[in-house]
């Protein structure tokens, strides 16, 4: 499976739009080019429905919010699912201000999404915000552990029902869920976390992978976070002693570049739940 699902972006190569964050978006469009896609990064509004309309696929990352771009996001937000495009939302930073909570809250209201990815406690508020219930939500701590395993995947599942959307709650251990099956993903290393932007690489990474396999949203995002995950282990094992975090950086996208579907099947550490 995670192999034709990498071959079938390389394959395609899938032009994504992507309306991020500047401080990642450098690093977002080397990653998308190292998986086999193209990027375009286009955040004016005078020009968002324009450009989704001839790409593939929308990332909409709200990390460096402002009153400039929120209404490009909806704009191509909108146009993407007018097309039945892939969009993927990276709500960064969703609960740290009012204004990217409300933003994430009404983007989710408005918007059709093929995929949320984000942390658990970005998650956490969304489902918050959307009027989730309490009970599940408020019992699940803001880590994933093997101890809080089994409680986040009942959350992300409760929420991928309510949303209609691939839910991706990535950290220590990720996980992938729809309304009725989940994945929990133990690929990485803990050094990654010392990057900015894997999340953000992850995420624009994802929308291609979204694009070049349109009939399997779930795998298809599984099989993104696996790579990224899989490539972080294999650039770690790289480092020699003079070597830091940038150069991490360096080697995931070369990582990814070079990575094939072999070796991401048998790399991959992920279990069904």
Same mark, same amino acid.
């Given at each position: 499976m995670l192999k034709s699902l990498l071959e079938n972006v390389r394959e395609k190569a899938p032009l994504i739009h992507n309306i991020t964050n500047?401080? *990642?978006?450098n690093d977002c469009a080397n990653i998308l080019l190292a998986c086999g896609a193209s990027p375009i990064m286009a955040d004016d /509004? !005078? @020009?968002a429905e324009e450009i989704t309309s001839v790409c593939g696929g929308l990332n909409i990352n709200i990390g460096t919010l402002n009153q400039n771009t929120i209404p490009s996001m909806f704009a191509a937000g909108k146009r993407?699912? @007018? #097309?039945?495009? =892939?969009?993927? #939302? $990276? =709500?960064? !930073?969703?609960?740290a201000s009012k204004l990217r909570t409300e933003t994430a809250d009404k983007l989710i209201r408005e918007l059709s999404f093929t995929a949320i990815r984000g942390n658990i406690s970005e998650i956490k508020t969304l489902a918050l915000g959307a009027g989730t219930t309490k009970g599940v939500d408020a019992d699940v701590a803001d880590i994933v552990t093997e101890d809080t395993l089994d409680r986040v995947i009942v959350f992300a599942?409760? /929420?991928?029902?309510q949303t209609g959307t691939v839910i991706a709650i *990535? !950290?220590?251990? $990720?996980?992938?869920?729809t309304a009725d099956k989940?994945?929990?993903i133990r690929n990485g290393h803990p050094m990654m976390s010392r990057i900015t932007g894997t999340g953000c690489m992850l995420t624009a990474m994802t929308a291609a992978f979204l694009v070049a396999n349109p009939n399997q949203p779930l795998e298809a995002t599984v099989a993104s976070i696996c790579a990224m995950g899989l490539c972080g282990e294999r650039a770690f094992a790289r480092l020699t002693k003079d070597d830091g975090n940038s150069t991490l950086r360096n080697y995931i996208i070369d990582e990814i570049y070079n990575l094939d579907g072999d070796t991401l099947k048998s790399g991959a550490n992920y279990e069904v739940r």
């Open positions: 500047y401080v *990642t978006v /509004f !005078g @020009e993407s699912n @007018e #097309l039945n495009h =892939p969009v993927i #939302l $990276d =709500p960064v !930073g969703a609960g599942k409760q /929420f991928a029902k *990535t !950290g220590a251990i $990720d996980i992938v869920a989940a994945y929990a």
